[in-house]
């Protein structure tokens, strides 16, 4: 292929070409199919709706796994395990409880936004493609953590896979808005609007979201509102 550009005149059907409106085409198929590809990516982004996940009244379109209680307080998903009563756990001792909020509905590629509320011994995550039928883990979904002071997949990372190291997003004791964008093998993540991972990863490709509360890394409390998706 060379650099060289060839023009082509599209001629009105009569015969003539139009005199002041020239429509020039470029033969440089390449860029072209770059282009094309490009728009018809944003086309099908500008034309899909944000779908909300949470009226802020109910959980409907969610189902609770796991011993932790949700409640919904101030237009907010709840939950605090470090309040609530121990269980017993796998090895005979007490332990705080420990669950997930699941939606009823499944996605494959998606746009998920969430505004969510931790304390520093918060241990939450937004899970994500989670296989049906299964227990809810990283085994079985990406699981995006919440927990600023994890050693070694901080808040925003795909536990178990992708670590945001040396970056730590700092979301204690505040709102913060999370998003997760996952387009076939395409993850990205961003809290606060900085991008914490942009990754390829074809383990999962569908399932249901769930949110978590509680686990081994703490028992502090966690909110989400504003939970949006679209797909």
């Not at 011994?121 to 927990?147: K, L, P």
């Not at 999962?204 to 703490?218: E, K, M, S, V, W």
Request: net charge neutral; aromatic share 10%; charged share 15%.
């Amino acid at each position: 292929m060379t650099d060289s550009v060839n023009w082509v005149a599209f001629r009105e059907p009569r015969g003539f070409i139009v005199p002041e409106i020239i429509l020039w085409a470029q033969e440089w198929r390449p860029n072209l199919k770059i282009l094309l590809f490009s728009l018809a990516l944003f086309a099908a982004q500008a034309g899909s709706t944000w779908t909300s996940l949470f009226d802020g009244k109910t959980m409907q379109g969610w189902s609770t796994a796991g011993a932790v209680q949700w409640t919904v307080t101030d237009g907010a998903l709840s939950a605090n395990p470090s309040a609530q009563p121990a269980i017993t756990g796998a090895d005979g001792k007490p332990t705080h409880p420990a669950g997930f909020l699941r939606s009823d509905a499944s996605y494959a590629n998606f746009d998920l936004t969430a505004e969510f509320y931790s304390e520093k011994n918060t241990n939450s995550g937004v899970f994500v493609r989670c296989a049906a039928g299964q227990t809810i883990s990283q085994n079985s979904c990406y699981e995006v953590n919440i927990s600023d002071n994890h050693p070694t997949h901080p808040t925003g990372s795909i536990v178990g896979m992708h670590s945001t190291l040396p970056t730590r997003a700092a979301t204690a004791g505040k709102w913060s808005t999370m998003e997760i964008g996952a387009h076939g093998s395409h993850i990205v993540v961003k809290v606060d609007g900085k991008t914490m991972l942009d990754v390829k990863d074809e383990k999962f490709t569908t399932g249901a979201i769930a949110l978590q509360a509680g686990g081994p890394n703490g028992p502090g409390p966690v909110r989400f509102r504003n939970i949006r998706v679209r797909s």
